[in-house]
């Protein structure tokens, strides 16, 4: 079974930084697309950054230059380095399969607010 732990959120003011991890069992990350997806209270949830099998990355035009994806075979983690942060970057953020590699169960996500 896929477990996805996602880790490393928190409240940071704007313009600060934050790295997330998102640590996988049950599946080798370096066969499969992985992304990263975001959900704010009352909006659905959107993809943030995607890393394929092959390490090409894609950001939504929101997180454009802000935002890296980068993964990690060895300790089989994914990882987000959110830099600039907004206020509107406030969410809950998860990781999950992305592509033709569909989703597996959801984990609790990472809680990130920005605020002053």
């Known amino acids: 079974q896929v477990q996805l732990v996602e880790s490393g959120g928190g409240l940071v003011e704007p313009g600060g930084s934050l790295r997330l991890s998102c640590v996988v069992s049950?599946?080798?990350?370096?066969?499969?697309?992985m992304a990263w997806y975001r959900q704010a209270p009352g909006n659905e949830r959107e993809l943030v950054a995607r890393?394929?099998?092959?390490?090409?990355?894609n950001y939504a035009d929101s997180v454009k230059g802000r935002f890296t994806i980068s993964r990690d075979i060895a300790k089989n983690t994914v990882y987000l380095q959110m830099n600039s942060l907004r206020p509107e970057d406030t969410a809950v953020y998860y990781c999950?399969?992305?592509?033709?590699?569909?989703?597996?169960?959801w984990g609790q996500g990472a809680q990130v607010t920005v605020s002053l």
């Open positions: 999950n399969g992305a592509l033709n590699t569909g989703y597996f169960q």
């Open positions: 890393i394929t099998r092959g390490e090409l990355t």
């Open positions: 049950g599946i080798t990350i370096n066969s499969y697309h």
